[in-house]
T-cell receptor, first 112, second 119 residues
Framework: KQEVTQIPAALSVPEGENLVLNCSFTDSAIYNLQWFRQDPGKGLTSLLLIQSSQREQTSGRLNASLDKSSGRSTLYIAASQPGDSATYLCAVGTDSWGKFQFGAGTQVVVTP | GAVVSQHPSRVICKSGTSVKIECRSLDFQATTMFWYRQFPKQSLMLMATSNEGSKATYEQGVEKDKFLINHASLTLSTLTVTSAHPEDSSFYIC???????????????FGPGTRLTVL
């Protein structure tokens, strides 16, 4: 069974610093990988989707890399802002039907 | 972008009652919908996969008779928690995946979640 781990569980940085969030998975046979943001008591907002054939995806200040062979993905957030404070979830797509295995998330606090 | 809604956003009920949660894809047809539950400070756990017009597929350990899922149309799936108990209190989130003519594939769109509290 696919297991997804996110380290660290929590992270606090001053505004302006770059954020590096890590996600690892045990089975390299993935369909895709998606990063989400979750605000307290809210649903999920999709940030980036990386197909299994891709190495990275970029959107604005966000960049996500994927290394299937080592079972890792990293989400980079450049020049963090207080509005980036949230929990970031990594989800590994396990089949073409859309099933995801989620990590436990990294709770990020960006202090002004 | 694609929008998924859930209703209600919050519900409090007495132990033993049944609660229905709706998940709607507002601007696209969702061939597949998923139901997750999330405990405080924990990740989302997939409960079941719902395909329009067919029976839901439940994950191991999820009671089919307790969590009834109906996907009656391409835009609506419902989760009914039957005979709810305090341990069923959780945050329930649905997601919808487009397909076919919708042009939306792979990316899942998540609803805002429903907070269920069973007293």
């Amino acid at each position: 069974k696919q297991e997804v781990t996110q380290i660290p569980a929590a992270l606090s940085v001053p505004e302006g610093e770059n954020l590096v969030l890590n996600c690892s998975f045990t089975d390299s046979a993935i369909y895709n990988l998606q990063w989400f943001r979750q605000d307290p008591g809210k649903g999920l907002t999709s940030l980036l989707l990386i197909q299994s054939s891709q190495r990275e995806q970029t959107s604005g200040r966000l960049n996500a890399s994927l290394d299937k062979s080592s079972g890792r993905s990293t989400l980079y957030i450049a020049a963090s802002q207080p509005g980036d404070s949230a929990t970031y979830l990594c989800a590994v797509g396990t089949d073409s039907w859309g099933k995801f295995q989620f990590g436990a998330g990294t709770q990020v606090v960006v202090t002004p | 972008g694609a929008v998924v809604s859930q209703h209600p956003s919050r519900v409090i009920c007495k132990s033993g009652t049944s609660v229905k949660i709706e998940c709607r894809s507002l601007d696209f047809q969702a061939t597949t919908m998923f139901w997750y539950r999330q405990f405080p400070k924990q990740s989302l756990m997939l409960m079941a996969t719902s395909n329009e017009g067919s029976k839901a597929t439940y994950e191991q350990g999820v009671e089919k008779d307790k969590f009834l899922i109906n996907h009656a149309s391409l835009t609506l799936s419902t989760l009914t928690v039957t005979s709810a108990h305090p341990e069923d209190s959780s945050f329930y989130i649905c997601s919808a995946r487009g397909g076919g003519a919708s042009g939306l594939t792979d990316t899942q769109y998540f609803g805002p979640g429903t907070r269920l509290t069973v007293l």
